[in-house]
């Protein structure tokens, strides 16, 4: 029931008083775009002028757009590694942000192997809160009735370092969830979990996964959607389903907690809450021991209207997956963010995933964009390029985002591509097209073309031995299994057929590129279980050559012609799936510590 309110908005009638709010805060906001930015600016620079990193460009206490952006050099993360080094060292001196850098969030995006470090100010918590309240507000005007029900999230911490300073170092959502913000965050119909902080907040994935999902199930009725951050962990948590049902519907039926469940408080909250139930349980049961499990998400909780997961960018390639156990639910993808900072969201939640559109909120952060040119590299240090304002972009172009934050990176260059479909008020709209220089991706893993070289190179270090070389070699990310897995196709040449590399040395090799990859993708391997064994491809001689002619009959330049590191058309999947002679997979996981090296 649509509410009479003054706070009237153009995105539709809302059905409360706190969505008129929200609403009339999003029409507000995104009317008045610029002069938003303008503040937004100002204010950065005001409260930062006294820091090392501001006086060193001389800005002399300017906060006007132009004075910034001619002193002011356009940067990535590596040129702010000294000053991260020094904070992350135990440095307080106001080097980047006037306020105290109250932890870092640890991105999933790599420098040198590791995550980069992104500095954050406690104040930046309500930004991202006030981001979130919005959601539900936009929500609700496409979904009535969500109050009448739960939503099953199945949300996840995961370990936390501290810098030699002391600071912490932990994902951003794990902040987030650690935080009071949402620890005691009030009751709001609209917004009811299944999962109790008990169990979001355990640190043991095996027993917070088990027990959010047997909450999950013991409220099936109540559940009207079904989500998780990205694409790949809500599979995750069906595959975790399809290997530990019996032991969670014996859990229901009898009343009696899985031992294996240990942790004191999660134990506590569910020895509460669970009590015999054979008739949920015979259910269950049923509908897991079927072979097929298509559109189990949607037999199990019959009252899912949609399902709330990122399935934009990288993740788009769960969406066939996601639609088979969901039996072709709506999937909603609501919001943009990252650990630099929360970007916006969608305001149309239940368009189709090819038709999202994120809308970047002004009062986020200062948001500048840097036009790509698709057929140029990068651009030279004499001749920067100009960028354009939010309120600037066009519909059609493609740009990669470059924020100044509150927390204090200044023209910073996040590395993800944007096209423009359009705007809202003045706000502009835009398609996620990718993350640059990504090859591979399973995950929140991102693999690049130098790190998979790099692995290719340590791995066939082994089959020196055997007078053996890797010719030539592509990727592939494999979805189809749960978890996925990267699949590298090897081109070999030996010069001894009778001493050719074994079984246990390929496999050697598979653990050696696992062992050579970043730190993102050894955690999913090792502690996240997000990642499955990579795996080696062995194709038959001329495989390679014959994947160029078929390039080139398709019109590639014969002189231009660069084998593709990576691949995903099916033609040449097939092309290379026919000429495997061998595969094998990593025999063991690869080394992995929350520490950083
Ligand atoms: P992290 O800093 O590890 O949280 O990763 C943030 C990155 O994840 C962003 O810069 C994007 O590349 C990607 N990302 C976040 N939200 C979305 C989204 N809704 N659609 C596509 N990619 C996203």
């Known amino acids: 029931m649509a509410v009479d309110s003054p706070l009237s908005s153009q995105l539709g009638p809302p059905v409360c008083e706190r969505d008129a709010k929200a609403l009339h805060f999003i029409e507000e906001t995104t009317s008045h775009a610029d002069s938003v930015q303008d503040r937004v600016l100002t204010e950065i620079l005001t409260r930062n002028s006294q820091t090392e990193y501001l006086t060193r460009f001389k800005l002399n206490g300017a906060t006007d757009r132009e004075t910034f952006k001619s002193k002011l050099p356009i940067i990535t993360y590596e040129d702010l590694q000294p000053e991260i080094h020094r904070i992350a060292n135990g440095d307080r001196s106001a080097i980047l942000s006037a306020h105290p850098i109250s932890e870092f969030l640890t991105s999933s995006g790599t420098s040198a192997g590791e995550r980069k470090l992104m500095p954050t100010i406690k104040e930046e918590l309500d930004r991202r809160r006030l981001l979130y309240s919005l959601l539900m507000p936009v929500m609700n005007l496409y979904v009535p009735g969500l109050e009448r029900g739960k939503g099953l999230y199945f949300l996840f911490v995961k370990s936390e370092t501290r810098t030699p300073g002391g600071l912490l170092a932990r994902p951003v959502l794990t902040s987030y969830y650690k935080s009071d913000h949402f620890k005691t965050r009030p009751y709001d119909p609209y917004n009811v979990y299944t999962s109790p902080n008990e169990a979001i907040l355990c640190p043991d994935s095996f027993q917070s996964m088990y027990a959010q999902m047997l909450c999950g199930l013991l409220q099936r009725q109540q559940v009207l959607r079904v989500g998780a951050v990205f694409a790949s962990g809500l599979l995750r948590a069906i595959r975790f389903l399809q290997l530990n049902w019996p032991q969670l519907t014996q859990d229901i039926e009898t009343g009696a907690l899985n031992p294996k469940l240990t942790d004191p408080s999660l134990r506590e909250y569910m020895d509460k809450i669970l009590k015999p139930n054979p008739e949920l349980a015979e259910y269950v049961r049923h509908e897991c021991s079927k072979d097929n499990w298509e559109g189990i998400i949607a037999r199990i909780w019959q009252n899912t209207k949609y399902l709330d997961v990122i399935v934009t960018g990288a993740m788009a390639q769960y969406i066939p997956t996601l639609d088979y156990y969901s039996g072709g639910l709506p999937l909603a993808c609501t919001m943009y963010a990252s650990s630099e900072c929360y970007f916006g969201l969608n305001l149309n939640p239940m368009c189709k995933p090819s038709q999202v559109s994120y809308t970047i909120m002004p009062n986020m952060a200062y948001f500048e964009f840097l036009p790509r040119d698709p057929n140029s590299f990068g651009f030279p240090r004499d001749s ?214």
Request: charged share 25%; aromatic share 10%.
């Open 384 to 597: 920067p390029p100009k960028l354009v304002d939010l309120v600037d972009v066009e519909v059609g172009k493609e740009y990669e985002l470059v924020i100044t934050t509150y927390a204090g990176l200044y023209r910073y260059r996040v590395g993800d591509i944007l096209r423009v479909t359009g705007f809202h008020n003045s706000a502009p709209q835009f398609h996620f097209v990718r993350r640059k220089n990504v090859l591979l991706s399973i995950d929140s893993d991102k693999t690049d073309e130098a790190e998979l070289q790099k692995a290719v190179e340590n791995a066939s270090r082994l089959l020196r031995e055997f007078n053996t070389r890797v010719v030539e070699y592509t990727s592939y990310a494999d979805t189809r299994t749960i978890p996925g897995h990267y699949v590298i196709y090897w081109e070999l040449l030996g010069k001894d057929s009778a001493n050719s590399p074994t079984d246990e040395v390929l496999k050697q090799c598979c653990l050696a590129m696992e062992e050579s990859l970043n730190s993102v993708y050894r955690q999913g391997r090792v502690a996240d279980n997000s990642i499955g064994p990579l795996e080696i491809r062995v194709v038959k001689n001329g495989t390679f050559e014959e994947l160029m002619d078929y390039a080139i009959s398709r019109g590639a330049s014969i002189n231009q012609y660069k084998v593709p590191r990576c691949v995903n058309f099916t033609p040449i999947m097939e092309l290379l799936d026919y000429r495997v002679v061998s595969s094998h997979f990593s025999p063991a996981s690869p080394h992995w510590t929350p520490e950083r090296r």
